[in-house]
């Protein structure tokens, strides 16, 4: 119990601040802690563990082995506590707080709607602020913390997010009708052929198609790269630019006649990953949205709205 008492609530706290914020200086910011007082805390834990924690120099503070260690174990300290607390609080009132999360806009324009829908219905206390974006976008806000959760496209969990696949779908040549080859597929070999609009580099998925296109011995014929999702599909209706994105993307399109889908063959899948902010995953609040994501996304998926396959 006496070692415990040096790896108490408030210190981990603490240390994941330093962490996230890559500086002494900013965490005291975040915290509201005097800066010596809060080098002095960063000492006192290195001292009591009996190992360097912190790596300084002229650019901020990052973890050592034994601090990403520990840094990972007080993410689960920190979350198990906050979640005691809100389950204990929720036992007598229902989760309330603000909730943000972030969805792809191809995921969006099936997902929204619906999933407001539930968080509106079933926690009317719960405020939610829904932003739509690119995956990497959504990504590197999640890391800055201006996401609690997030669907994003293949990623692997870090330090400070966990991140877990909950469905996954094929990427489909997407173009207007009449300019459309038959047949339900489409082969990478003659991807060459389209001239495509396509997503930045920056953007993990440009990045996989780029390589899955050169493994089949081709390149993709990129002429136009555009990062606003809504300009990309009246792009595509202009009937001048083809693009490799997943159905859904489309759905209504599709559904609408305005625009046509095939399959890459061989198929080019990618993994939907729900991520969260490992710091706010004890907030009863943010476990309650998560679990509306999923239960949403696979009753999506189970009737056939979405097409994608649960993980």
Same mark, same amino acid.
């Given at each position: ?5 040096? &790896? ?21 910011? %975040? ?86 829908? %539930? &968080? ?30 997030? &669907? ?7 330090? +400070? ?21 038959? +047949? ?85 899948? %990618? ?5 969260? %902010? ?34």
């Amino acid at each position: 119990m006496q070692n415990a008492r040096q &790896l108490d609530i408030p210190r981990l706290i603490a240390f994941i601040a330093v962490c996230e914020e890559g500086s002494i200086s900013a965490a005291s910011r %975040r915290l509201h802690i005097a800066q010596p007082a809060l080098t002095v805390t960063m000492a006192k834990l290195e001292s009591a563990l009996g190992t360097k924690l912190l790596e300084r120099d002229i650019r901020g503070v990052t973890p050592t082995p034994s601090g990403a260690e520990l840094l990972a174990r007080a993410y689960d300290i920190v979350g198990r506590a906050q979640a005691a607390f809100g389950d204990i609080q929720a036992s007598a009132h229902e989760p309330q707080g603000e909730v943000s999360i972030g969805l792809p806009a191809s995921a969006a324009a099936v997902l929204a709607l619906p999933l407001i829908a %539930r &968080l509106s219905q079933d926690y009317p206390r719960i405020r939610l602020r829904l932003v739509d974006g690119f995956s990497g976008y959504l990504w590197s806000w999640l890391l800055a913390g201006e996401l609690d959760l997030a &669907l994003v496209f293949d990623r692997s969990s870090t330090s +400070g997010v966990h991140s877990a696949p909950i469905a996954h779908e094929d990427m489909h040549l997407v173009g207007v009708p009449e300019r459309m080859k038959a +047949g339900r597929t489409v082969s990478v070999s003659t991807l060459a052929d389209y001239p495509l609009a396509m997503s930045s580099r920056r953007h993990g998925i440009r990045s996989a198609l780029d390589d899955y296109a050169v493994r089949h011995g081709t390149a993709l014929n990129v002429g136009i790269e555009i990062d606003a999702g809504t300009y990309l599909i009246q792009l595509l209706k202009t009937g001048a630019w083809f693009s490799l994105l997943a159905p859904c993307a489309v759905a209504r399109d599709v559904r609408e006649g305005t625009l046509a889908t095939r399959r890459l063959s061989p198929t080019f899948t %990618r993994s939907i990953c729900l991520a969260q %902010r490992r710091a706010v995953m004890g907030d009863t609040a943010v476990r309650r949205a998560a679990d509306s994501l999923r239960q949403v996304a696979r009753g999506l998926i189970d009737d056939k709205t979405w097409d994608a396959r649960p993980a």
